[in-house]
C-alpha cells in the first residue's frame, strides 16, 4: 500500500520503535493531551505499517509484568543509571537515522501533560469521597424528624464508597501496566496552568490483547461483601482525620504508586515505575480532569459492556453491515483498510477488524488510549472487570439499587475475537497525523462515528479524508453536529460549525458522491435506568470519493 512504512518484526516485550522515514510529526506543545502512540495487540500477529508520521516514542505491545523480586537501594540506582544511558542511545541512534531529537523543554511539556492525566485518575477516589461527604454532610443538617425518615441513607453512603473502592481498584490497576512512552522518573515541576477544556456527553476525552494482569493487595473482597440491607453498617465520623477514600487510596497506592513502598515488594522496574507514579499521585488536579475519568468509566460501558449492547447496535451496527455490504469479496490474502478517526476505547475499530479489514483507530486522548490499550492488552477472559460506572450522580435515578448496579466488562475477550491481522491503535491528533502526503490514497474505507463535531475546522476534517481515500474508497459518517469547541471564548480559539447541508455541500466539493443517507435516534453513554436520557437525531451517510477530479484539485491547480 502506498505510503506506508514497514515496521521491524515484532517482538515480544514492549520496546521504542523508530520509524525508517525521518519525518515525524509531533503535536504543538498546546495539546498537552497525548503523545503519539501506536499501541498494538500481542496476539502473536504481525501488524500493518503504522502512519508514517508516528512519533519515535510510539509504543507497541505490552510485555507481562516483571516478577517481584528483592533488591536494594544501590541496584535501584544502578538500573535508573542503565534506564537513562539507554534513552540516551536511542537517542543518538534517532540523531543517526535522520530523525528529529525533541528539546528537553519539549519532551519536559509532554511528561508533564502526561502527569496531569495520571494524576486525574489517580485523584479519582478522593474527588468522589469529597462528594459522598457532601451527602453526609447535607444528611446532618436535616431535623431528627426526617433524618429517621430517610434512615437508609448513610448505609447508601457507605455502599457508595464500596463502589468507589471497586473503580479505584480497576483503575489502579491499569495504570500499573501502563508504560510511558518516555523516562518519567526526572523530576519536573508540574504545570500548574490547566486547560480547562470543553466537553460534552459525546466527548471523547471529557480518549491487543493478552497480557498478564499484576493484581494489586487491597482489602476490597469480592461482591459478595457488598454492603446491603443485611450488613448493620455504621455511618464513619465526618470528624475523623482521614476519611475511607484515604484508607483505600493509601492501601492500593502502597503497591501500585510505591509510596512507603517496601524493598521486599517491588522489582527494580517497579520501582522507577512507583516512583513516578507517586510524584504524578501528589499533583492536584482541576475537577475537570477527574470528570474525564469519570466520563472514560461510562465509555468502557458504551463499547465494552453487555449493557452498551443497545448503543452499540444503534450506532456501530450500521456501519458495520454498509462494510460488509460494500466489501463483499474480502480475502485474508488482501484485506481491504479501515481507518477509525476518533476510535475512543477501540471496540468499533476491532468489531471492523473481526469483519475482516485491516483495522487503525486513531484516537487523540490519552485519557481514552491508556484505557483501551489495557483492555486490549491485559484482559484475560470476558467480563474480567467489574465497575460501577453509575454511583456519581444521585439525580433522575429510579431506585438506590439501579444507581449502585455492577457493570462487568468487557463482554467479549479481545483476543478471542477473530481479528484480521493488521488491526491497531495510533494515537495522536488526527490533523496532525494523517495530513500528510505518505497517506494520500491509503485507505479503502474511513469510518467516523461521533467524530466529525470534534474539529476546531471540520472543513479541514473533510479534506483529509477525501485525501487519505483511495479512489472509490467510501466514507462512512454517523454522529451529531455538537461542536465541541462552540462554547470557547479564547481570542485564539477557532470553531467552524456548520448546518449539515453546509457539511454535505463540503464533502461534495471535496469530490465525494452521495450513495445513501438517514437519520438515527441514539444515545452516547446513556443510563438505560435513568428518568433523563439525550438522545441524539444523528447524520448517518455513505459517500464514495468520485473517480475524477474533484472540484477541489481544479481549484488548487
Request: hydrophobic letters at 30%; one cysteine or more; a negative charge.
Amino acid at each position: 500500500m502506498r505510503g506506508r512504512v514497514k515496521h521491524a518484526e515484532q517482538k515480544p516485550v514492549r520496546q521504542i520503535e523508530t520509524p525508517k522515514s525521518p519525518k515525524t510529526i509531533r503535536s504543538s506543545p498546546k495539546s498537552h493531551d497525548y503523545q503519539l502512540i501506536t499501541f498494538r495487540p500481542k496476539i502473536g500477529l504481525s501488524f500493518p505499517p503504522v502512519p508514517e508520521p508516528l512519533s519515535p516514542l510510539g509504543l507497541v505491545s505490552a510485555s507481562p509484568l516483571p516478577q517481584i523480586e528483592q533488591h536494594n537501594g544501590a541496584k535501584r540506582n544502578r538500573d535508573r543509571h542503565t534506564e537513562r544511558e539507554q534513552q540516551r542511545e536511542r537517542e543518538r541512534e534517532r540523531e543517526r537515522m535522520g530523525d528529529r531529537v525533541y528539546t528537553k523543554e519539549e519532551e519536559d511539556l509532554e511528561i508533564q501533560s502526561l502527569r496531569r492525566i495520571i494524576s486525574a485518575y489517580l485523584n479519582y477516589p478522593n474527588a468522589a469521597e469529597k462528594d459522598v461527604r457532601r451527602y453526609e454532610r447535607s444528611f446532618k443538617k436535616l431535623p431528627p424528624a426526617h433524618k429517621s425518615l430517610l434512615s437508609h441513607l448513610p448505609l447508601k453512603f457507605q455502599r457508595i464508597r464500596w463502589c468507589i473502592s471497586m473503580n479505584t481498584s480497576f483503575i489502579m490497576n491499569m495504570i500499573q501496566a501502563f508504560e510511558p512512552p518516555f523516562d518519567m522518573s526526572e523530576d519536573i515541576e508540574p504545570d500548574h496552568v490547566h486547560n480547562t477544556e470543553n466537553t460534552h456527553e459525546h466527548s471523547h476525552s471529557d480518549i491487543s490483547p493478552i497480557g498478564e494482569r499484576r493484581n494489586i493487595s487491597i482489602s476490597l473482597g469480592d461482591s459478595s461483601d457488598f454492603p446491603n440491607k443485611s450488613h448493620k453498617l455504621e455511618a464513619p465520623s465526618l470528624d475523623k482525620e482521614e476519611t475511607h477514600a484515604d484508607c483505600s487510596l493509601k492501601s492500593m497506592m502502597h503497591r501500585c504508586t510505591g509510596q512507603n513502598c517496601d524493598d521486599n515488594l517491588c522489582n527494580a522496574g517497579e520501582k522507577a515505575s512507583c516512583d513516578w507514579k507517586s510524584h504524578a499521585s501528589m499533583f492536584s488536579v482541576p475537577l475537570v480532569d477527574v470528570d474525564k475519568v469519570r466520563c472514560i468509566i461510562r465509555n468502557i460501558v458504551r463499547d465494552w459492556a453487555q449493557e452498551g449492547q443497545r448503543e452499540r447496535d444503534e450506532c456501530y451496527k450500521p456501519i458495520l453491515e454498509e462494510l460488509n455490504r460494500l466489501f463483499p469479496n474480502r480475502t485474508r490474502g488482501r484485506p481491504p483498510s479501515c481507518l477509525v478517526p476518533g476510535a475512543g476505547l477501540g471496540r468499533l475499530a476491532l468489531d471492523i477488524s473481526s469483519l475482516g479489514f485491516v483495522s487503525q483507530g486513531n484516537e487523540f486522548s490519552y485519557y481514552m488510549m491508556i484505557c483501551s490499550s489495557f483492555i486490549l492488552n491485559n484482559t484475560r477472559e470476558a467480563n474480567e472487570w467489574t465497575i460501577y460506572p453509575w454511583i456519581h450522580s444521585n439525580c433522575n435515578s429510579l431506585s438506590t439499587d439501579d444507581q449502585l448496579r455492577p457493570v462487568s466488562f468487557p463482554d467479549i475477550h479481545p483476543a478471542s475475537a477473530g481479528i484480521t491481522e493488521g488491526f491497531s491503535m495510533c494515537g495522536g491528533d488526527f490533523v496532525e497525523v494523517y495530513n500528510d502526503r505518505s497517506q494520500e490514497g491509503s485507505w479503502d474505507a474511513v469510518v467516523t462515528c461521533f467524530f466529525l463535531d470534534t474539529a476546531h475546522n471540520i472543513v479541514e476534517y473533510i479534506e483529509i479524508i477525501s485525501k487519505i481515500l483511495k479512489v472509490g474508497g467510501v466514507w462512512i459518517n454517523l454522529g451529531p453536529l455538537l461542536y465541541h469547541f462552540a462554547d470557547s471564548y479564547g481570542e485564539d480559539e477557532m470553531s467552524i460549525e456548520l448546518s449539515l447541508e453546509d457539511v454535505k455541500k463540503v464533502a461534495f466539493y471535496y469530490g465525494f458522491e452521495l450513495e445513501a443517507e438517514k437519520m438515527i435516534e441514539t444515545t452516547y453513554t446513556a443510563n438505560t435506568r435513568s428518568m433523563m436520557q439525550t438522545r441524539y437525531t444523528a447524520a448517518y451517510w455513505t459517500m464514495k470519493k468520485k473517480n475524477h477530479e474533484s472540484k477541489a484539485v481544479h481549484a488548487n491547480k
